[in-house]
């Protein structure tokens, strides 16, 4: 069954420094997203991304958040200056069609876990 | 904004006991999605709901939409430890992302 990948599984970075969480989607799946965990909470949206753009981002999503497909394969989350807040599990999923146009939820990959020290 | 919440939050249930969350939107969905995490693991998509009354049916596990379409449940009967983990409701809100419940954590003793 298809996979969605994610790498490194678990980040420590001083706060401050920058970090790039590495996700690579379905092939055929068109419609992106970063999702977070705070430990033992709910999965809070954060950005999605579709046609090589931000479709929408969230209010967490502030100007130390970026996210950009360098390849077309690759989907990269980029932390400009990370704080000890940004400390959580960060998802990255995708999907082959928006939910409108047929029954399809999202694949989600297994996680990096950032620890900002 | 649109908010998702479940109940109960915790669940501790004997194995062979029955389980039920409920899920609550606090605005109209035009569908919904169910998830399960199990302890350490990501979302894994488990079933999508869109019409108003609609119940399915996965092994144990059945799943409701409202007929208002703004709650949902899903009943576990006679669990079993491999159904330990966290499940969670997500609806779409006005721009078609899905917002996640609260979720509800479900544990299975021996």
């Known amino acids: 069954e298809p996979e969605v990948t994610q790498t490194p599984s678990h980040q420590v970075t001083q706060m401050g420094q920058e970090v790039i969480l590495r996700c690579v989607p379905i092939?055929?799946?068109?419609?992106f997203y970063w999702y977070r965990q705070i430990l033992g909470q709910k999965v809070e949206f954060l950005v999605s991304?579709?046609?090589?753009?931000?479709?929408?981002k969230s209010e967490i999503f502030d100007d130390q958040f970026s996210v950009e497909r360098p390849d077309g394969s690759n989907f990269t989350l980029k932390i400009r200056s990370t704080k000890l807040e940004d400390s959580a599990m960060y998802f990255c999923?995708?999907?082959?069609?928006?939910?409108?146009?047929?029954?399809?939820?999202?694949?989600f990959g297994s996680g990096t876990r950032l620890t900002v020290v | 904004g649109q908010q998702v919440m479940q109940i109960p939050q915790y669940q501790h249930v004997q194995e062979g006991e029955d389980f039920t969350t409920y899920c609550n939107s606090s605005?109209?969905?035009?569908?919904i999605q169910w998830y399960k995490q199990r302890p350490g693991g990501h979302p894994v998509f488990l079933i999508q709901?869109?019409?108003?009354?609609e119940v399915k049916k996965q092994k144990r596990l059945t799943f409701q939409f409202g007929e208002a379409k703004k709650n949902s449940s899903l009943h576990i009967t006679a669990t079993q430890t491999t159904d330990v983990g966290t499940y969670f409701c997500?609806?779409?809100?006005?721009?078609?992302?899905?917002?996640f419940g609260t979720g509800t954590r479900l544990k299975v003793l021996a």
């Open positions: 709901l869109v019409k108003s009354g």
């Open positions: 092939s055929n799946h068109l419609y």
């Open positions: 605005t109209t969905l035009s569908n």
């Open positions: 997500a609806g779409p809100d006005r721009t078609y992302k899905y917002i």
């Open positions: 991304f579709y046609n090589n753009e931000i479709s929408e």
């Open positions: 999923a995708s999907s082959a069609q928006i939910y409108r146009e047929g029954d399809y939820g999202y694949t």
